[in-house]
């Protein structure tokens, strides 16, 4: 039965080309979107080593405000703080903070390894203030102000990335201007960048006491709404009537976040669609065509005893061999992209894109030479014989 479904594509070998070079290329346009999208999915799955729901983002420009005044006011600001029951936490940091799109990237060495990491500069109350989950030792505190070696504190991933096997903790790393720091505490993976986007090297710097900071991170209550933002920001501004305040919460700065990322996916998506649009309408075309041109051969089958069902699987399997002709060099191309690293994507990614591929490309010749297989397979043989 194959060898002579391979006959029949052979002998319209022209007009079956065409299709058989759409259904390529369609399937390697789905396997590039699918190939994104369980790469954002695989990433989304996974914890961000922080919690944003029910945080608040302060952004202050201090403006021409000297440093001296911008010191006293941020004082002025957190006894203002204290004030409001509907602030469970806060803290201050500097500009590189979740969602921020503003990064600091600086190199660490030690003697035998260097490594880069992103910067974080943030202050005791940080770690809480940011639900951040701690894996060995602990977060900064009020000591560390005399501390002879200035402290710091890693993510798993540039633990690993620097010393291995080994914990860092108690290790000693040489910032890129020659600052040595000892790490006194390993946290998870802070995955700053957002939902979209996969682990980093980071490493957090402690912030001096009452040293200025052009962030502040808050921690409310969930009964706390836009009402107690405007009064909270009517309070900022009193105090420091030169800056520029602005208030974000970062549940909403998320959204903007994946949104910005998920843009040009799905406009890949949208190209992937309207083409595998095409290919149904080609199939559809194709297989309605040959039953017009082949009613006397469904006739003579149908006279000499041939089934509905035989009639029916005889033009699916056509379409069903074609498709697998063009899967056959669309994989061939597919399985180059693991084994050459194109995109440093994780091998299992392009393995599911490579099936989830092929699944959406069978399950459209199937329901594409569904009903035109099924509508000759329902033709009289006494009809189809009077129109030869």
Known sequence: M??????????????????????????????????????????YLQPLGFEYKDRWAVFLNWNDTPG??????????????KGHVEIERFAFSNEVMPFANYINFTGFKTEEKSEGAYVFTADDRYFQTMGMHLQEGRWFEEEDESAPVLPAVVTRSFGKAMFGTDSPLGKSIIEGDNTQRKIIGVVDDFRFGGDLEGRNNSVFLRMAT???????LLKVKSSAGAAFEAKLLKDFQRLAPGWSIEIKYMEEMRRTNIRQRLIPLIAFGIIGLFLVFNVALGLFGVLWQNIGKRREEIGVRRAMGSTQKEIASQFIGEMTVLATLSLLLGVFFAVQFPLLHVFKVATEVYIAAILAGMLVIYSLVFLCSFFPSLQAARMHPAVALRDE
């Open 68 to 81: 001296e005044d911008v010191e006293t006011i941020q004082q002025a600001m957190v006894d203002q703080l």
């Open 210 to 216: 009452r040293q200025p900071a052009p962030r502040m």
């Open 2 to 43: 194959i060898r002579h479904l391979f006959k029949l594509i052979w002998n319209q070998k022209r007009k079956n080309l065409g299709i058989l070079f759409e259904i390529l290329f369609s399937y390697m346009v789905l396997f590039a979107v699918f190939t994104f999208g369980f790469f954002y999915l695989r990433f």
